[in-house]
């Protein structure tokens, strides 16, 4: 199969702190042919970065809590763990954003930085891709609330024990998938990183 899609038409539906797109596409079909036109909506926003702030000496993990409009639904949940996150600016490269988002975030300096993965989060409507990396720390001195006043960031960091973090994976303390996917790596990854440290 020749696998090809053609954009009929494409509008803006909504510019702000986001950019929703409409767009009517086709798409070939694996069976043959071409599909009949399609009509989808398209959360746009810039490529992300994620890092799994990790000390193998201690044996600790770095996660923030934060307030998530996403997650309001749940009232009493609507304040999320996380790892390190942000978007990737124009002119920066991956690498630059995870240095940059563990000091804004978690006050931290990276000592050592690995990619991990590159994934889409939700590509059935959104263009984000996150690039997720693991970075080593020294844990001894991170804690506290941390975030920038201009961007209305209120973020709780604090370490734990991995057993901890994976415990809280497991019994649903942890929701967001990002978080999920880089503790679930850590789990595999662990006894490497402590051996080669």
Not at 40 to 67: G, H, I, M, S, T
Not at 103 to 130: H, M, V, W
Request: glycine residues 10%; contains cysteine; aromatic residues 10%.
């Amino acid at each position: 199969m020749e696998r090809k899609f053609e954009i009929i038409g494409k509008e803006l539906v909504y510019d702000g702190f986001f950019v929703m797109e409409k767009y009517r596409v086709k798409h070939t079909l694996f069976a043959g042919g071409w599909s009949g036109e399609i009509s989808r909506e398209l959360f746009r926003r810039n490529n992300c970065v994620a890092v799994l702030l990790y000390d193998p000496d201690a044996d600790k993990v770095v996660l923030l809590e934060q307030f998530r409009v996403g997650a309001m639904a749940n009232t009493d949940r609507a304040w999320l763990v996380e790892i390190v996150a942000g978007a990737i600016d124009e002119g920066e490269t991956p690498e630059q954003v995870a240095h940059r988002e563990s000091k804004e975030e978690a006050g931290c300096d990276i000592l050592e930085l690995r990619l991990i993965n590159c994934f889409y989060t939700t590509p059935g409507g959104s263009s984000e891709q996150i690039s997720l990396f693991y970075g080593r720390v020294d844990s001894t001195q991170i804690g506290g609330i941390h975030g920038l006043d201009h961007e209305d960031e209120d973020i709780l960091v604090y370490t734990v024990p991995f057993e901890e973090a994976y415990k809280m994976l497991e019994n649903g303390k942890i929701e967001s998938g990002i978080p999920i996917i880089a503790i679930q790596w850590l789990a595999l990854h662990r006894q490497g990183i402590r051996l080669s440290t």
